[in-house]
């Protein structure tokens, strides 16, 4: 759509708008006001503000004579043309625009008089205007600045002379409110000089200050004839504010308290005057009843009347001493304790690396602790193996309800056999790989401390015996002592990794380390030696279950001994092991500890 070109006509009035995209000036005739037109140079739509002016410039001479002689504090009353919503402009703002506080949509500002505006007495027609000869009557604005600056246009026919005074006398004017009637002022006459007429003259035609303030109309509120001791005594216990009076009560004891809604459980701030009512919650604008709160039952503060009851001063407080020499030497003493303790342990760390692998294993088995549970695991392994073996041999008649009652022991026998060797092999390979010379706390046979040791046992027991079930069907016809031997080191071999990965990964599921698979590459010693350690126990522990298979209860107790014993001692095997590997942990520390050649290096 092409941008209409402005009328030509005289009583046509321009209005001037901005385009919001290349910001050109452009001007557009006031019947297309409120309508969108296309801006010639960037083609953007846009919508001219305000409404069309109704009002011709021809015929209508009153609308011409109400525009000139509207004063600027003059309230006019508009209709926006888009949300149809009142609004109000002043005299001074006629022919701009104004934004629509509803909507912001543009206004253009007519001469609209509001409905609170006062009948102005309009002045008699006058039927002729007389020009000036060599004056250009288009081409001027009211304000006397060219037509090209004006928002409107005003012709020959809207420019009116002074009017005649009216032969009516004028209504009276409007009684002003009290707020607004001029204060009297009383001028004292007696400092003037009268000898001096010019002096007096430029001290007369000095204004007045402007008062910006008028008590005028205000009634005085009768005279306070209260005492002084009445005053205080109005005071709360503070002194700080006086007490409410009677007209006062209802407006004090207003108060604020929270609801929460309904539906949605919104926090909403009410006040108690609209207890009763509903309020509407902004989250999901349902409507929640506002009900007055509990009471809460406070102990009412008695007044101090007895002497007694009146409070003593205590003693002076004296300043708080300084504790920061205290704090210091509190921190040092926590200090040195915690460095004697990372000294007393890397200590042990560099000895438990110097002294070897049979130095740390005789050493550990020669303790109290390990040698009272060698021999308690013998006696009760001695026991569940002699019970099963004459529970078999009954058989027949009423010994074999003998046998029954045996294979009954037996299987308690066995059951605390596992459980209380289970907890030994577990803390003795725990405290061997971290170092740690003795043990001491033991875990109770309590069933909630052992029992989170059952699946890494079990899952790296059925994984060691794997190999063994494989290797005792291909051994048909060789003697059984080779096929206990060998199937005993595959079994030791392969045991060993595989509870050291679960125990250093804390989970049972972990049967693969890399820290384990990094250690076989990085020192192949440490596993050679640990292979060695197996090969001189495979024969033992297969002697020692040989002597178990025997007939006799002195098989039976020689064979338990040396089972618990052969044992014992491949735990701490394991133990050491671990603690060989977890030194590539914080990046080798065993080559920086235990081998004097790298230090002279």
Not at 165 to 175: A, D, I, L, Q
Not at 347 to 355: I, K, L, P, S, V
Not at 577 to 595: A, K, N, V
Request: hydrophobic share 40%; proline share 9%; aromatic share 6%.
């Amino acid at each position: 759509m092409q941008h209409p070109e402005p009328s030509k006509t005289a009583g046509d009035a321009l209005l001037q708008y901005a385009c919001p995209r290349c910001q050109a000036q452009l001007q557009a005739s006031t019947r297309l006001a409120g309508t969108r037109q296309t801006c010639p140079t960037c083609k953007q739509s846009i919508q001219l503000p305000g409404i069309p002016s109704s009002a011709p410039a021809t015929g209508e001479n009153s609308t011409a004579r109400e525009i000139s002689n509207i004063p600027a504090s003059a309230r006019l009353a508009l209709t926006c043309p888009q949300c149809q919503k009142r609004a109000f402009a002043r005299g001074s703002q006629l022919g701009k625009t104004i934004t629509c506080e509803n909507c912001l949509e543009d206004i253009l500002v007519v001469a609209t008089l509001a409905e609170s505006q006062e009948p102005v007495a309009e002045p008699s027609p006058i039927t002729a205007v007389e020009s000036l000869p060599g004056q250009d009557l288009k081409g001027t604005s009211p304000g006397g600045s060219p037509a090209s600056e004006s928002p409107i246009k005003l012709t020959t026919d809207d420019l009116l002379p002074e009017p005649s005074p009216p032969s009516v006398p004028p209504p009276p004017p409007p009684v002003p409110s009290p707020s607004s009637q001029p204060v009297e002022e009383t001028y004292d006459l007696d400092h003037l000089d009268l000898e001096n007429p010019k002096a007096v003259a430029e001290q007369v035609s000095k204004p007045p200050a402007e008062k910006e303030i008028s008590l005028e109309g205000l009634t005085a509120g009768p005279a306070d004839t209260r005492s002084t001791e009445q005053i205080l005594q109005s005071l709360d216990p503070l002194g700080t504010a006086p007490r409410a009076t009677a007209d006062q009560a209802d407006t004090n004891n207003s108060y604020r308290f929270s609801i929460n809604c309904l539906l949605c459980g919104t926090r909403l701030n009410v006040s108690s005057d609209d207890i009763g009512g509903e309020v509407r919650c902004p989250d999901c604008h349902s409507h929640t009843t506002i009900r007055e709160p509990r009471k809460e039952k406070r102990p009412s503060s008695k007044p101090l009347t007895a002497e007694k009851d009146q409070l003593v001063p205590g003693p002076p407080i004296e300043p708080a001493r300084s504790v920061s020499n205290e704090g210091k030497k509190q921190a040092q003493a926590f200090m040195e304790k915690a460095r004697a303790e990372v000294e007393s342990k890397q200590e042990q760390f560099t000895e438990t690396a110097n002294r070897g692998w049979w130095m740390t294993i005789l050493s550990s088995m020669v303790q109290i602790d390990i040698a009272i549970r060698i021999l308690m695991h013998s006696i009760i392994g001695f026991l569940a193996v002699l019970t099963l073996h004459y529970g078999l041999l009954m058989e027949e008649g009423i010994m074999a309800m003998l046998g029954l009652f045996l294979f009954a022991t037996s299987f308690i026998f066995f059951l605390a056999l596992g459980a209380s060797f289970l907890v030994s092999v577990v803390t003795i390979i725990e405290t061997r790989a971290n170092g740690d010379h003795e043990i001491e706390n033991w875990p109770s046979l309590i069933l909630m401390e052992w029992i989170s040791m059952v699946p890494y046992m079990g899952i790296s027991l059925f994984i060691a015996v794997i190999p063994l079930i494989i290797w005792i069907p291909l051994t048909e016809g060789l003697d059984p002592a080779i096929v206990l031997s060998v199937g005993s080191m595959l079994t030791l071999l392969l045991f060993a990794p595989v509870i050291l990965s679960t125990l250093s990964a804390g989970t049972p599921a972990a049967i693969v380390s890399s820290r384990v698979m990094a250690s076989i590459a990085l020192r192949p010693s440490e596993w050679f030696k640990f292979a060695g350690f197996v090969l001189l126990l495979s024969p033992a522990m297969a002697g020692s279950m040989a002597l178990l298979g025997g007939s006799g209860p002195w098989p039976i107790l020689a064979g338990s001994a040396s089972f618990m014993v052969t044992s014992f001692f491949y735990l701490h095997v394991v133990g050491t092991l671990g603690f060989q590997i977890s030194c590539y942990r914080d990046g080798d520390r065993l080559d920086q500890l235990g081998e004097p050649g790298d230090e002279d290096e």
